[in-house]
């Protein structure tokens, strides 16, 4: 990674506010600081010149007596001086995640080699297994560890940026196109104050003792959340009210998770509103005297009635689609296909083939009538022939791609057990 624009950016935004540093200092002398107590580990950074107490008037300033390795006195070192308060957090922040910056670094460039045999073994073929692995779950402890960071220096409403918070609403605004712009903007000023409430509903638990909330705290939180979903039933209709919990739901985002399966606009919504109230029916709570297997049939009850549901909702057609996209050996050779710009045909006829030739090694395998020697020279044909029909769909390079990540099946072909 190139650092000098990061170095040159943060000498010019020192040298601005150096400047202006020294004009107010011409002007007013600073207050004397505060003395200022030693701050925990967690704000504390990578050495750097300790310093505490701000220039004083008449003297050059030296931008080293303003810096300091403890992030809190560093805040009120600038606050001393007359510093605004939003160049405080944004000086702050560039501190800390340049910190941080190095850390994540060394996470992606341990992972950054095996990152497309992962794609290609099937690993990342749903976005939602990414927080699985061992770099997703270190980059998500970093994430924590820098956000809690930021809310013990700056408090939690530095949590995201001026820009990063103008991004969310600009995509909160694309997501809601479907609505008038007068209700965009009202809904979006409704969800930032009651968000808003939140925040500072928890830093007041965070300043008591045990920071656990009484019975007064916890119905204040419930009233809250009560006028913010009557206003939400004021600004919008009920056909928009549903169309919004629908579109934001846990389960809304469930087509990326299915490469090569692109749901029309009603598609999307059937099958969203069925995923919803399956996942509500698997979590309801099973009876208490069912036994184990009676609760295992309640199971398959629910997911054969869902895929039953679905079929219905898309038409036999769009349900193959479906169901090939739901297909872990079909996504497989579909990952391989695409990195040599196969369309998605080329991945269903592989996939038709793997199943035609794993259906015939099995009834070689459960003929009994054959010799060992005549089942394996009867499975080494099958696996030959499935290699030469593979190798006129797909080519001879993206054959040898295919069995390197993800082909292991072909090999097993000519396994008697």
């Excluded at 001393?80 to 460039?109: M, Y």
């Excluded at 169309?243 to 739901?249: H, I, N, T, V, Y």
């Excluded at 349900?319 to 269903?348: C, E, K």
Aim: hydrophobic share 35%.
């Amino acid at each position: 990674m190139k650092t000098w624009p990061v170095i040159g950016s943060s000498l010019l935004l020192n040298a601005i506010l150096a400047a202006a540093i020294i004009l107010s200092l011409r002007k007013t002398p600073p207050p004397a600081p505060a003395p200022v107590a030693a701050a925990p580990a967690s704000s504390m950074i990578s050495p750097s010149p300790p310093v505490t107490t701000p220039p004083s008037p008449g003297l050059p300033f030296q931008w080293s007596q303003i810096a300091s390795p403890d992030l809190k006195i560093y805040r009120d070192n600038l606050r001393a001086i007359g510093c605004p308060e939003l160049t405080v957090r944004e000086i702050i922040r560039a501190v800390i995640n340049e910190n941080f910056r190095t850390r994540r670094r060394d996470i992606l460039a341990s992972f950054q080699d095996h990152y497309w045999d992962m794609v290609l073994r099937r690993e990342l073929v749903r976005r939602q297994w990414l927080p699985r692995t061992e770099w997703g779950q270190a980059l998500e402890s970093l994430k924590a560890e820098r956000q809690e960071l930021i809310a013990d220096v700056l408090g939690r409403d530095s949590l995201i940026t001026e820009a990063e918070r103008q991004t969310q609403r600009t995509e909160l605004e694309q997501r809601r196109s479907w609505l008038s712009p007068e209700k965009r903007k009202k809904l979006i000023e409704l969800e930032e104050q009651h968000q808003q409430r939140l925040v500072e509903w928890a830093e007041t638990l965070g300043l008591r003792v045990n920071g656990m909330p009484t019975q007064e705290d916890e119905d204040r939180l419930e009233n809250w959340q009560q006028e913010f979903e009557e206003s939400e039933t004021q600004l919008l209709t009920p056909e928009e009210l549903a169309k919004l919990q629908l579109r934001e739901s846990d389960v809304a985002n469930w087509a990326a998770s299915l490469p090569g399966f692109n749901p029309t606009e009603d598609e999307w919504r059937s099958l969203t509103q069925l995923r919803s109230q399956f996942e509500a029916s698997q979590n309801a709570p099973a009876g208490p005297d069912l036994t184990d297997e009676q609760r295992a049939a309640q199971q398959d009850e629910v997911q054969s009635n869902f895929v039953n549901s679905v079929q219905e909702a898309l038409g036999s057609d769009r349900f193959a689609q479906y169901q090939l996209a739901n297909n872990d050996q079909y996504q497989a050779l579909r990952n391989v296909a695409q990195r040599y710009g196969l369309p998605d045909s080329v991945a269903a006829q592989g996939l038709n083939v793997q199943q035609t030739a794993q259906a015939a090694a099995n009834q070689v395998r459960a003929n009994s009538n054959l010799s060992p020697e005549d089942q394996q020279a009867a499975l080494n044909a099958i696996q030959q022939e499935t290699e030469q029909t593979l190798s006129q769909i797909l080519g001879v390079k993206v054959l040898s791609t295919y069995k390197e990540y993800g082909g292991d099946w072909l090999t097993g072909l000519s396994q008697t057990e």
